[in-house]
């Protein structure tokens, strides 16, 4: 403890730092508090919170705790928690009892674990590279990615993203400090490739997160009348029908203009609608 070697019990101060050789370490606090700390583990402890630097610990708080390990915070109102670094960039948290949210530290939630549920999260300030599965949706003019196996969504950013709405997907890319505009994305992630996994199954999350399985449909309006205005005259037998100019333009080549337009929208939205996916899986 404060880098003096500990045999048996020994008084904890606000803030002290305990660090276990091959033994791990139980720590009692006045507020009902019980910390164990497994061997190679080291943390900062406080009435309220602990300070995760290294190896793992179980917290068992009758109320309101906060453990932070890196970017990463877990607050509980009354749990049992494992948490473990796996390795430098991930941090596991298992709800043993009780229930727990996660979220960075600068305040983005990540996840929350019901009684009985566990998940590894990202150390996001030592993560380069994510690489993230799960189903792409479209929702509020972005894209969101629910994660497989997890709580967490991530609103992406980059290319090759509408070619794959409603489809199982693999994404490698980086975290933006930019925050997410589309709940209920956590963070947002810069896209740098798209890998599809599966055609569709991403009905029920579409559903849970109010979003689409395919990209909006383009409209296209089909050219409305001048209000007054009259047919002209059929033209009598034998002759050529006059065409009134305006601003050197005949109406007849703006008719054919707006109807080659529309036409033009036509078959686009018909390619559109006739690549589109369906999905009846889940």
């Given at each position: ?55 793992s610990?179980?917290v ?65 300030a ?27 969504v ?66 296209t ?10 047919p002209?005259?059929p ?48």
């Amino acid at each position: 403890m404060e880098g003096s070697r500990i045999w048996g019990n020994a008084t904890l101060f606000d803030g002290a730092k305990v660090e276990t050789g091959t033994a791990s370490s139980e720590l009692m606090l006045r507020n009902g508090v019980k910390v164990q700390l497994a061997a190679g583990s080291s943390a900062r402890i406080w009435a309220n919170h602990l300070n995760l630097e290294q190896g793992s610990g179980q917290v068992t708080a009758p109320g309101h705790f906060e453990i932070d390990a890196g970017e990463i915070k877990v607050t509980t109102g009354g749990a049992r928690l494992l948490v473990a670094f796996t390795d430098p960039q991930l941090l596991q948290v298992a709800a043993l009892s009780g229930t727990a949210q996660v979220l960075r530290t600068r305040g983005a939630v990540m996840g929350s674990l019901a009684a009985g549920s566990n998940h590894s999260f990202g150390n996001f300030a030592l993560m380069q590279t994510l690489t993230r599965a799960g189903c792409l949706v479209y929702k509020e003019g972005g894209f969101l990615l629910q994660v497989d196996d997890s709580p967490e969504v991530m609103q992406l950013q980059g290319p090759d993203l509408a070619a794959n709405v409603g489809n199982r997907v693999e994404i490698i890319g980086t975290r933006a400090t930019t925050a997410a505009t589309v709940a209920p994305a956590s963070g947002v992630l810069v896209v740098s490739s798209v890998a599809p996994r599966s055609v569709g199954g991403c009905l029920t999350v579409a559903a849970a997160l109010n979003a689409q399985t395919s990209m909006p449909q383009p409209t296209t309006a089909g050219a409305k009348p001048t209000p007054g205005a009259k047919p002209p005259a059929p033209a009598a037998q034998g002759q050529t029908p006059k065409v009134a100019k305006t601003g050197g333009m005949s109406t007849g080549a703006k008719a054919a203009i707006i109807i080659a337009v529309a036409g033009g929208g036509g078959a686009g939205a018909a390619i559109a609608l006739s690549s589109k996916k369906s999905s009846t899986s889940p």
